[in-house]
């Protein structure tokens, strides 16, 4: 199982980014994605995810509205749109596939985000 993140980086309060996961190595379509991010001396936390089919998504609360997970089984890749970012989001992001049958899981290496004037 290999997980890819991309798409981290600088960019100013109220901007946007999008994240990328590109899985390989696996069923893709098989598994439930998820992003988690942790924060300097904070825990890490789930952010979005979605399940194998791509028809259900679930967000904390923190992020409602602002962020979309959505993902592409033809190219086994998941997607984080993050907008309206705030100093708060900044984090490192990390993808997460979870396999519930066999209750499995692996993690990226995980990719920057910083929100910052």
């Known amino acids: 199982v290999q997980l890819v993140e991309s798409g981290g980086g600088l960019v100013q309060p109220g901007g946007s980014l999008r994240l990328s996961c590109a899985a390989s190595?696996?069923?893709?379509?098989?598994?439930?994605m998820r992003w988690y991010r942790q924060a300097p001396g904070k825990e890490r936390e789930l952010v979005a995810a979605?399940?194998?089919?791509?028809?259900?998504?679930n967000y904390a609360d923190s992020v409602k509205g602002r962020f979309t997970i959505s993902r592409d089984n033809a190219k086994n890749t998941v997607y984080l749109q993050m907008n309206s970012l705030k100093p708060e989001d900044t984090a490192v992001y990390y993808c997460?596939?979870?396999?519930?049958?066999?209750?499995?899981?692996?993690w990226g290496q995980g990719t920057q985000v910083t929100v910052s004037s």
């Open positions: 979605i399940n194998s089919a791509g028809g259900s998504t």
């Open positions: 190595g696996f069923t893709f379509s098989r598994y439930v």
């Open positions: 997460n596939a979870f396999y519930v049958l066999l209750m499995s899981e692996s």
